[in-house]
């Protein structure tokens, strides 16, 4: 009876490890989804709507979160501390599901000047991180980016 019961450990630990692989790309997945929303959002208001949002001190985004200019830096950061839901056109919210709270998402805006100090590119920064994971591990990110061009006038 203990030879079997020796025998079941290893099979047990591997379902267990399937178990938490299995939920990590999980959540990896829906990370993933979160920063590419994000970043369509970006996309979606363009690079004037950005440096619009700069010069008026983004009074006008409609982003979840909090929305801080920082002109010192070039920058542009939109904090959602968790992921909850976010404002359609009609000024409805649109809620995201539950599990989606644990998830912390930043979308950063860095206004990048070329060699003549014109404004060409924004480079548009999102990452997504959560700390309830299934390793362990203090924190676990997804980031991801893109670039608008354009020419500040």
Known sequence: MGIVGMAMLPIFTT???????AADVEDQAFAVGLATEALEWSRAIGFEGWTRA????GTR??????IKVETG???ITATEDKVTSFPDDAGESIEYPKSSTRYRRELVMTFVEDSDGVVRII?????VSWN??????????????????GKVR
């Open 15 to 21: 379902l267990s490890s399937a178990n938490r692989g």
């Open 123 to 127: 480079r548009g920064e999102t990452t």
């Open 61 to 66: 985004l409609k982003l979840p979160g909090q």
């Open 132 to 149: 309830l994971n299934v390793r362990g591990s203090p924190e676990r990110r997804v980031r991801m980016e893109q670039m608008l061009h």
């Open 54 to 57: 700069f010069i008026d001190g």
């Open 73 to 75: 830096k070039g920058r």
